[in-house]
């Protein structure tokens, strides 16, 4: 286990200064433009891929690192680039972690540098859970995958909605029901691979920020993948339904087990939980840039003769972004080295994380465009942008809601609703 640091050493601060010149030199310039064209923004993806930003190998070497600030290093220097194109970049990794959470070494070594593509073939995958009604509610998932023994494949049929990259990636990572009557534990993992028929794209969405990363419906008519693409293997899924079948019999068990917050969680919800700290790393990363240029703004801009920090209303907000976002970093930190070194999040230190800098994004950008009065509403500046942007962290990866429910029912071991 590694020593809990706030001192990032030499590699870490390397990578932050390497990923720092990208987001400067090469995503920021380009923002305005992709959020205007609404467009995924392959040059800078197969930038980013030319120079080893975008690929399995550096976001593995992150994410393997016994630091655990590794990933929220990476991720708050590529957000504080931009949001958009920053999980244009990043939007693999979700589908990613699924298969390295969920697959065996077989999978995870066939399909994971397929996510990812090659620097002269850039490609990206999309993680599809969410559905048109199941989005907080994950068990009243309605994507059907039956077994067709004869011939060792898995049928998938169902629309999923809001998935990034969903359309246009070459792997798609699709989370299906096995067994409905069993809610949440019913369900497995499939990989789709590329080309396989059946599988389009619906609707793409127009979104309020984040626009240049690709957010779309995935229809599911017919589609069928090998026995082999699902994650995990078929032995595991079996003994996983066969425990729950038999948990689900023994109700009066499970009833009394029920009031206990840590045991409603399963296999899915404890992967969340550990991915959400490098959500809310993305967080940090906008609320830091717009706290950026509102301190600059603030310093330069004169008013009744005098720069407008000057006046104590500005400062104070000044310095309440400041400290709100050093919050939401030590929160972030302290539950990614949680999770990086296999300490069980008693008091759902991932959900609270994500909590708290996502709300701080929100707010922070907020303030941001007050700041910079008129000038802050319009699109010269890049606050009004990073403003649209911070508000999906409120709401994807668990709405703040449920991550209050998360960690109001770990806190207590109530059953809360
Ligand atoms: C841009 C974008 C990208 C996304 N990317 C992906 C992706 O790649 N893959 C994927 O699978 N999904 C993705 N999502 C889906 C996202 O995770 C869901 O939108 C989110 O989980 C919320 O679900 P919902 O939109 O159905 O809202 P709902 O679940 O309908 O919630 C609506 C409101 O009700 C509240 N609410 C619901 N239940 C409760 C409760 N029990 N207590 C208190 N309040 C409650 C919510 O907090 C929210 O405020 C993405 C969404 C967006 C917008």
Known sequence: ????????????????????????????????????????????????????????????????????????????????????????????????????????????????????????????????????????????????????????????????????????????????????????????????????????????????????????????????????????????????LARARERAAGSAAGKASAGKGGSVKNAAMATFEASRPAVGAQAIGIARAAYEVALDYARTRVQFGRPIIDNQGVAFTLADMKTRIDASRLLVWRASWMAANQQPFTSAEGSMSKLYAGETAKWVTAQAMQILGGNGYTREYPVERMHRDSAIYTIFEGTSEIQRLVIARTISGMPIR
């Open 1 to 240: 286990m590694s020593t809990f640091s706030l001192d990032p050493g030499p590699d870490q601060l390397a990578v932050r200064d390497w990923l720092h010149g990208f987001a400067a030199d090469v995503m920021r310039p380009a923002a305005a433009e992709w959020d205007e064209r609404e467009e995924t923004p392959w040059p800078v993806i197969q930038e980013a891929a030319k120079l080893g930003i975008y690929s399995l190998d550096f976001y593995a070497q992150q994410y393997f690192d016994p630091s655990g600030i590794g990933i929220p290093i990476a991720m708050e220097e590529l957000f504080w680039g931009d949001a958009g194109i920053g999980l244009s970049i990043v939007g693999t990794t979700l589908a990613a972690v699924a298969v390295l959470a969920n697959g065996t070494e077989e999978q995870i070594g066939t399909w994971a540098p397929q996510m990812f593509g090659t620097p002269d073939d850039v490609r990206v995958a999309a993680f599809c859970s969410s559905e048109p009604d199941a989005g907080s509610d994950v068990s009243a998932l309605r994507t059907r995958a039956v077994y067709d023994q004869a011939k060792d494949e898995w049928v998938l049929n169902g629309t999923k909605t809001w998935a990034t990259n969903g359309g246009i990636a070459a792997v798609h990572v699709v989370v299906a029901t096995v067994d409905p009557a069993l809610g949440a534990r019913g369900q497995a993992s499939f990989v789709v691979p590329p080309q396989t028929p059946g599988l389009s794209q619906g609707q793409k969405f127009k979104k309020h920020g984040i626009r240049a990363s690709h957010t779309a419906e995935v229809v599911l008519d017919g589609v069928r993948v090998p026995g082999s693409c699902l994650l995990g293997g078929k032995e595991k899924l079996d003994e996983r």
